[in-house]
Each structure stands twice: as C-alpha cells, then as structure tokens.
C-alpha cells in the first residue's frame, strides 16, 4: 500500500519502520509547516511533503493520521470526505461528538476508518483471550491494569495542554480501558473514579474502579507524572493471568495452581505491523471498518472516557463544537 502520513512527531518512527518492514511505501507526508514537514520527508526518504492534505492524498492507498489528540477529526474528516482510509491514532478523537463526526463521515463516503489501537491486534492476545474462552483460569473476576510514566510538567506539550486534549486518561489510560474491554467483552455496569489533576486542570494521575456483570472488577490507573507497574494481571475463579507491558505485550505467564506457564509471541517488527496487515486485509476485502476495532468498539470507549472525564472534572476547549478544528 500507498501510505500518507499526517503529523511527523515521536511516534510516525514506528509506523514507518513497520509498513516499510511489510513492503508498504511512505509517499507523502502532511504537517502544520511546510518547512518541518519537508525536513522529515527528505530525512526519511519520502517524496511529497507540505500542508495541504487534500493535495498530498492524491493517488495515495491510505492515510496515516498521528497529530495530537485535538486534530485527529478535523484531518480524519476532511479525508474520509475525499473517499481517502484513514488509520487513526487513538484516541479516535477528543469526545464522543467527535468520533460520531468521523464515523458519519467514514458511512456517508463509504470509506474505511479504524483507531490505530496497536494492541487490539496483538498475537498474544489472540492466545489470551483464547484461553480465557476455554476456561484456563475459570470466570475472569479481576482485571488489574496501570500504564504511567513520569513526564516533567509542560504545559505547552501534548500530554498536558488540555487545548491539545492533554492528560493521561485519552493518552494512556485508555490502553488498562482496552485491556478490560478485551476480556469482559462488554460495557460496565458501574464506573468510579479519582484523579489528581495538573494546574490547568487536565487528569496527571487517575485510578478507575469498573465493576461489570456478575460483579467481575478492573482496577485500572494511568499517569503523566507517576511510573506506574506498568503490568496486567487477570485473575479468575481458579487461575490467573500476568501480562508485562501489556500494551505491547510479547509474553504472558498463567498461573493455575503450582502450574505456571510461559507464552512468548515475539512482534515481527514492533508490534505496528499487525494493525497495518489489518488495514491491507479490510480494504483488499472492501470493508470500511475492522472487527477488531470496529466503529462500535471506538464509540462505546470514547462514550466510556466522557463519562470518566465527567466525574473527575476535566473538560477541553474541544468538548465545544466550535473549537473542533484549532
Ligand atoms: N500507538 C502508540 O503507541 C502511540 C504512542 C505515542 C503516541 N500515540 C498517538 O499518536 C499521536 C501523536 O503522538 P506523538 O507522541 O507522535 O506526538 P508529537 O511527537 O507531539 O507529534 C505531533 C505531530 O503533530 C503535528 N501537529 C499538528 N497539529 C498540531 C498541533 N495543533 N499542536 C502540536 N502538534 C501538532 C506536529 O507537527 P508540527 O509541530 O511540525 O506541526 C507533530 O508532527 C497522539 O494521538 C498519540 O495518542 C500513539
């Protein structure tokens, strides 16, 4: 495929070493300015680079979109008008209202649109949730989850300037909200939370207690100015689960009884490469969304992180409609 990448910030190193590792090419890349966005392309041995994302979406396969959280509707739309796939980073957007814009603009051109979330697409996960299926450790009642790194405060940086959608329940909070939906398959019934926030009022550190059916938990905390364990442990009724960095996992151990095994699924590249394979397989299978991360499974998590965002008091200029393009 034939990939145009919108944004050349920290984390566009990974997508390109892992479509170019699967034979995909880079032919074009938008930024903000010209200037930046045509060092990053002649430093990284692509073509076409500017401001303009219609123009730079000529003739392209795809479309990567990696800018902060605030910009991802704006680019997303205005491409999916064009007809132009789009792989999202995630969040899919700041808010619901947000994402139900792309969605609607994904149905109404009849073009693909899926959240870039890596970890959905894992070859662990695939065992996991397998063995979860077959009863390894019994009923799941436990989902134990923290992502967190200390980041120094910034209030201009992506991570803490609330018009950027800054904090850590969008940037990673929402990897311990994935690895719950992943094994309980379903919304929760009942959703508490804390959060310590920075001085311009976006989630630095939060914890989050979901309780669902048959009154399973998770237990889940994210953080901007705390290293967290950075660990997921599944407990069920007659075993458990540990997965290290479980966002990009390679490994799993289960416990049942004195029984402790090892499953390693080691990424081909860096674990980029699967959610790209997903994007060539919908689109040469004329799907404009994936089963594995479905427009549905966008709306209800962004739905979910409202209602967070509601109890711990944290809004953004871009939970008003009028500031939906910065
Ligand atoms: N999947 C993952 O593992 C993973 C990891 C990290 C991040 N992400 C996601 O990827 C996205 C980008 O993260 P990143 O860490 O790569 O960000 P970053 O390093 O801050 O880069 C952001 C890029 O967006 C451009 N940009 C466009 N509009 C902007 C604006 N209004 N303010 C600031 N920059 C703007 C910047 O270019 P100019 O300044 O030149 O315009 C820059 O190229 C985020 O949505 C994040 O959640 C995903």
Redesign the pocket.
Known sequence: MRWLI???????A?FIEAARGTGHEIVAVA???SE??ST?ANKNGIDKSGEDLLFLSEGVDAAY????????CN?ATTLLEKGVPVL????LAVNHRQVEKMVNAAKESNTFLME????RHLPIYEEVIDWIKKGLIGEPKLVDASLGFDSPYDPE???W?P??AGGSL??VG?YPLTLADLIYETTPENVFSLAELSPDGVDAHIAITLQYQNSALATLGSAINLSLPNGASILGESGSIEIPYF??AQKAFTTKGSEKRETVRPHEIN??EYQIREVDRCLSEGLTQSPKVSWECSLSMIQLMDSIRSEIGVSYPADDEEHDG?
């Open positions: 919108v944004g050349h910030g920290k984390i566009t990974n930024g903000r300015n930046r966005a990053f979109i990696a800018t902060p959280h605030s910009e991802h680019g999202c980073e995630k969040p870039a979330m890596w970890t940086s992506r991570l300037d018009k950027l969008l940037d929402i966002w990009c674990g980029f910065i």
